[in-house]
């Protein structure tokens, strides 16, 4: 057994469930997964944070079921069978979201109407127009560090980008942004900030729909308030502001930290790294299939007693959507005796990772092409302007964020020739 990690010798899930926390999560998550997959099959008995138990949905096929049902395996929350159990302060209650009137929870015929005015609104952005914006940002984070020869790139780059672009194509005020990425940032990172952050999240929030409920505009929150008008409550699409951007940038700042960190350290993309635009493509989709940000995402109720291979289910079991894993499931590769690897027959160019979810609550289509051009975009600015960038530290000292859930670099210091800054934005 390879099992590092695993504790004492033998195998690493000897009482028969296993933890989702520990740190192979982030350091060796493919041989995490392969040990799963060997000792459980595609679905796996997994214990949450204070013991409660989930399953983790493992195989490719079976994910596919799981996310093509959604009548049989819901996304209604309050049909979980534990939650007798569940603490008041138990930290993974906002990713479960009891009471949360979000589309995340939202099912049946509402939440399809309720996606269509997501996707509507969010379908009227012009790619070209988010092109010039995201460079325009892109452009200006950049003169905050390139005449230092250096910086941390997740901290000054990735995890400001996204969100600024985001705010822009909602209709928040330009001033607004800085504070509403040092706001998100506080509440992703859980410290003694975070529920500050979330108030000033909320507060801008609330302000921007009263404002554009009173003066419509050309953005995002505009359409989605004209969409159908008296279908959803403010209060409903506050929730969906938040969940567009809380879940649009972190996974987007991991897409644009992930590729980077490819690029700067395989040599596969080391030759090309000065025609950059070349192989970004390339590297973020390789991302999807073997790094993806989305690593593992809660979740799925079992509307009744079922059977998934071969596991008995039953009413109001939560099962957890493993992206991460079933992206790696060998039996979907070509080749499968040989494993999975960037260059097999459904890799490549190929888009059917698991990365964005599937069936009727995966990222909507325009979601997931504005994260494309932001990634994409912020990827070739800093290529560009930093033509010769380099690793300030050795690769094997770069880390991942600890967590079962999202992935992505806790930071990636780089050096560069010092370069003027180009101003304005
Ligand atoms: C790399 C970037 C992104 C990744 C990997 C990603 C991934 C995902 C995944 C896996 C889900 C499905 C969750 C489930 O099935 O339960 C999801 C849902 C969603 N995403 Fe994204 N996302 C990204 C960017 C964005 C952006 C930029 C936006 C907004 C502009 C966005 C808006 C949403 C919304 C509204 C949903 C809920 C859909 C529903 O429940 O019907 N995402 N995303």
């Not at 995002?220 to 502001?241: C, G, K, N, W, Y």
């Not at 007693?305 to 596991?311: C, E, I, S």
């Not at 994260?371 to 600015?381: F, L, N, Q």
Request: proline share 8%; net charge negative.
């Amino acid at each position: 057994m390879s099992g590092s990690g695993g504790g004492a010798a033998g195998c690493p899930f000897a009482d028969g469930t296993v933890p989702l926390s520990g740190p192979r999560f982030h350091t060796d998550p493919a041989g995490l997964y392969r040990d799963m997959r060997r000792e459980h099959g595609a679905v796996v008995p997994v214990e949450l944070l204070g013991g409660l138990p989930a399953w983790l949905v493992i195989g490719y096929r079976e994910l596919l079921r799981v996310t093509g049902d959604p009548e049989l395996f819901s996304r209604d929350s309050g049909l979980w069978n534990q939650w007798d159990a569940v603490p008041p302060d138990w930290p993974l209650l906002p990713m479960i979201g009891r009471n949360q009137p979000s589309i995340l929870y939202t099912v049946g015929t509402r939440h399809h109407r309720r996606a269509r005015m997501i996707c509507d609104a969010l379908e009227a952005v012009d790619p070209i127009e988010l092109a010039r914006h995201t460079e325009r940002i892109a452009d200006s984070l950049v003169d905050d560090f390139c005449r230092k020869g250096e910086t941390e790139l997740i901290s000054t780059y990735a995890m400001l980008l996204p969100v600024l672009v985001l705010a822009r194509l909602y209709g928040f005020p330009d001033v607004e942004g800085p504070g509403l990425a040092r706001a998100l940032n506080d509440m992703i990172d859980g410290g003694e900030d975070a529920f500050a952050g979330q108030q000033h999240l909320a507060a801008s929030m609330h302000r921007l729909v009263a404002s554009r409920r009173a003066e419509p505009a050309r953005d995002v929150v505009s359409r989605m308030l004209a969409h159908q008008p008296q279908e959803f409550t403010d209060e409903e699409i506050l929730q969906d502001l938040m969940v567009m951007t809380a879940a649009g940038h972190q996974p987007t700042a991991d897409w644009i930290g992930n590729s980077v960190r490819l690029m700067l350290t395989d040599d596969r993309f080391a030759a090309s790294l000065a025609a950059g635009r070349n192989s970004t493509g390339e590297a973020m989709n390789e991302v999807l299939w073997e790094d993806t940000p989305t690593q593992n995402v809660a979740g799925r109720w079992a509307a009744r007693d079922t059977q998934l291979a071969g596991r008995h289910i039953r009413a109001g079991d939560m099962l957890l959507l493993g992206l991460a894993a079933a992206n790696g499931d060998p039996s979907v590769h070509a080749g499968a005796g040989a494993g999975p690897g960037p260059h097999d027959g459904l890799r490549g160019g190929n888009h059917a990772f698991f990365s964005f979810g599937h069936g009727e609550h995966r990222c909507p289509f325009p979601a997931q092409e504005i994260a494309e051009v932001i990634a994409r975009t912020g990827i070739e600015v800093l290529l560009d302007r930093l033509p010769d960038i380099d690793l300030a530290v050795p690769a094997a000292s770069l880390v991942r964020r600890p967590s079962p859930w999202l992935r992505g670099m806790a930071a990636l210091p780089v050096r560069f020739t010092p370069t003027p800054a180009r101003g304005g934005m």
